[in-house]
């Protein structure tokens, strides 16, 4: 194995370690708790036995804060990822509330910790609002419009939806019935 040490602010020169050479390692770390929390909203179902199914509906609003500077800016700016979502998910709160209500109850949740770890959908997954067998889809939001303009071809936005397109990211590895339902929808809407 060919290793390389970092000692003092400079790299050494590499070195082959074999089972004479002996390594010891000094970690120093800074552990800071940051006290945050998810932000959860329950819209009850109208249908007496499907309201207690749920639809999750998510996104994170956290981004990375500031960090070494990019082009003279320190701030990890997060309006895509993910103020975007965010707002997206108040909106459609906002909508459910005002009108007719779905059959099945709605959970709006917004993730803290995500850029950090997933910090907020893991404490959700092991300390749940409502039992996870009783949610039946998760829906997650995240950075809405970052589609290619109409006829843009630059080889780094490949992976973009073009214009009035939504990326579902899993629909075919994760859920294959939330695939065949967008596509259906899709076709529908054409």
Not at 163 to 183: A, D, H, R
Request: glycine share 10%; charged share 20%; aromatic share 8%.
């Amino acid at each position: 194995m060919i290793f390389s040490r970092f000692l003092s602010g400079e790299f050494v020169e590499a070195f082959e370690m074999s089972a004479s050479k002996r390594l010891s390692l000094n970690i120093v770390a800074n552990v800071e708790q940051v006290p945050t929390q998810n932000v959860i909203g329950v819209l009850p179902g109208s249908d007496p036995v499907l309201k207690n199914e749920y639809v999750a509906i998510g996104a994170h609003y956290d981004h990375v804060g500031v960090g070494a500077p990019q082009n003279g800016d320190s701030i990890f700016n997060g309006a895509d990822d993910d103020g975007s979502g965010t707002t997206a998910v108040l909106a459609l709160a906002e909508a459910f509330a005002k009108g007719q209500r779905p059959k099945r109850s709605i959970l709006f949740i917004w993730h803290c910790g995500e850029e950090k770890g997933l910090w907020g959908s893991e404490y959700f997954a092991n300390n749940p609002t409502v039992p996870l067998n009783q949610i039946v889809t998760q829906l997650n939001i995240d950075m809405i419009g970052r589609s290619k303009p109409e006829g843009n071809t630059h080889p780094r936005n490949r992976e973009l939806s073009g214009p009035n397109e939504i990326y579902v990211i899993g629909s075919k590895m994760m859920s294959t019935e939330l695939g065949v339902l967008s596509e259906e929808v899709n076709k529908s809407l054409y």
